[in-house]
Every structure is written in structure tokens, then in C-alpha cells.
């Protein structure tokens, strides 16, 4: 197999027949870097919920992650710089380096995709680095989880991020709705992206995580504003709010969506993706064609995946 390219997928039927799926939310998944965070995770406040789902995913090797996607029959994967601050203990207990996703995005440059990380506490270091992470390195946007930085999303540390992804062309992917972790949940509101929005109109933002349990504050806001876009990562298909099932399918949202898994099993993910039942148009521009799009990615290669 080459892990370039992928090669073609074989076996039982899956969405790589109809789809060359686009994840477009990953963490770095070597071992190592899992390991790592799994050992920073030692004292902190675990919830429940966190404790019944487990912990990432973690691959013997980038090769073997791609062999799962192939399985699949996902092409890409957007790999994030995640940036996580502990709110228990005040420290950066996921602190994923540049040359992490690197390793992803070198090698394989036509399987994934960077995402620049960002700390609100330390702008201009971060400022910096996600110029380098664009212009040298070709990352396509900017991924925050905002929760354990205690500062809501329309907060004055977030904006000098909004006007540099507006600088550089750059979506920035914004975790939304309640989070797992020991954290508060009310930083990532969806119906703070109104403002993010009215104050950046060239902005493209997107509200990760589908925002459950203010589903409807950020279908809200993707009604209303011409530059921000759901995405429904972190969520089995099954388990998706009718109303995000109604907003994926209607005239105005069907453009305004994105599909990623946060590190949920692509092969299920996808299987019960397929059977929700969504018009054929509408599950490309999900799986697909909005990714290309707001991204600005290039078609893949003949063959590739």
C-alpha cells in the first residue's frame, strides 16, 4: 500500500464507493504523543462521561492509521495542534507541538491536513506560529478548545486570533456546546459566534462539536450568517439531534456543513452515516465537497484513497 496515494480499497462494500470521505477533525494519534497525554491526565478531575467513553485513539504507526482510513474509505484527515488547558490545575496538559502534525502532514501530504493550534494566554507566541504553521507549512486553519482557558468565545484574547485567520485566509475550528472534560461548558456557547461573526464578516468559523446541548443556538447562527459553517465531529451518526438531521438536509444548511469524527471509529461512523437516509447531493457535500470548498483543498490525485 502506498500511503500517498492509498490504493484502492478492497473488500466489502463501504463509503469509499460513493465518497472519499474528508475528516476534518483529528488529534495527533502515535502512541507515544497518546501515552503522553494519558500520564498528563494523572490528578486531574475526571467526568463521567469522560470515564465511560475512554480515552483517543492511539496507532502503532502513521502507515497503519492510513490502512484504517482505506478500510473506510476516508481520503484525508485534519490533524490539530490541540491546545488544552488544564482548569483544575492551570497548565497546558495537552500541548501539541508543530512538528507533531508534521509528521503527519510531510510524509503524507495528500492524506492529511494541518490545523494550527492557539493559546489565548500567550497570543503573540501563538500568532507567530501559526503564521509559520500556514505560509511554511501549508496548515489550512486554526483549531481551539476554548474551555479550561475560562474565556468565552467572543472574549478580546480571541479576536487578535480572528483578524490573523482573516489576514492569512484561514478558517478558524472552534469546539462548541458542552465539553467532556473537567471543565466549564458555558465558554463554548454557540450563540457567542453571533458576535465573532457580525464583528468578522470575512471570517470563516466553524462550530465544531454540532454544540449539543445549544444545538439550535448554532443553527441559529449558521442561518444568519454567510461565514459559519456546523460541523457534526465528535458525534456517532446515530446519536445526532433531529434537529442537526433537519438542518444537514434543509436548502440553506446543506452548504454549511462538515463531517469529522474527534477520533471516533470511521468505518461504524460512516456505516450509520449511511443509513440516516440523506439525499445523495447532500452526503457529498457533507463527507466532501464543503471540506474542498471552505478549505480550499485540492482534488486528490487519481487513485488516492
Known amino acids: 500500500m502506498d500511503g500517498r496515494r492509498g490504493g484502492p480499497v478492497r473488500g466489502g462494500r463501504g463509503m469509499t464507493d460513493e465518497v472519499k ?42 502507515e497503519e492509521m492510513i490502512r484504517q482510513m482505506d478500510e473506510a474509505g476516508v481520503e484525508r484527515v485534519f490533524i490539530a495542534q490541540c491546545k488544552m488547558w488544564s482548569y483544575w490545575r492551570k497548565w497546558m496538559y495537552m500541548d501539541t507541538q508543530l512538528e507533531e502534525v508534521l509528521q503527519y502532514t510531510q510524509r503524507y501530504p495528500d492524506r492529511f491536513v494541518g490545523l494550527a493550534g492557539y493559546n489565548p494566554y500567550r497570543i503573540t507566541e501563538s500568532l507567530r506560529e501559526i503564521e509559520i504553521a500556514v505560509k511554511q507549512y501549508g496548515f489550512k486553519g486554526v483549531y481551539v478548545h476554548i474551555y479550561g482557558f475560562d474565556i468565552p468565545l467572543h472574549d478580546r484574547k480571541m479576536y487578535p486570533l480572528y483578524a490573523k485567520c482573516v489576514e492569512l485566509d484561514v478558517p478558524v475550528s472552534l469546539q462548541v456546546g458542552h465539553v467532556l472534560e473537567a471543565m466549564p461548558s458555558d465558554c463554548g456557547r454557540p450563540i457567542y459566534l453571533d458576535r465573532v461573526a457580525c464583528d468578522f464578516p470575512e471570517l470563516k468559523i466553524i462550530g465544531a462539536h454540532t454544540g449539543w446541548p445549544w444545538v439550535e443556538e448554532l443553527i441559529s447562527v449558521c442561518y444568519k450568517w454567510e461565514n459559519v459553517w456546523l460541523g457534526i465531529d ?13 438542518f444537514i438536509n434543509s436548502r440553506l444548511g446543506q452548504d454549511r456543513c462538515l463531517w469529522g469524527t474527534n477520533g471516533l471509529p470511521w468505518k461504524e461512523n460512516l456505516r450509520q452515516l449511511n443509513e440516516l437516509g440523506l439525499k445523495p447531493e447532500v452526503k457529498r457535500k457533507l463527507l466532501r465537497e464543503n471540506a474542498i470548498q471552505l478549505f480550499k483543498l485540492e482534488e486528490a490525485p487519481p487513485g488516492a484513497a
Open 234 to 246: 465528535a458525534w456517532m451518526p446515530k446519536y445526532l439531534s433531529p434537529a442537526i438531521l433537519q
Open 21 to 62: 470521505a474528508i475528516d476534518c477533525m483529528y488529534y495527533v494519534a502515535t502512541r507515544e504523543f497518546i501515552e503522553r497525554w494519558n500520564r498528563a491526565k494523572e490528578g486531574e478531575l475526571v467526568c463521567r462521561m469522560e470515564r465511560a467513553i475512554g480515552g483517543l485513539p492511539a496507532y502503532d504507526s502513521i
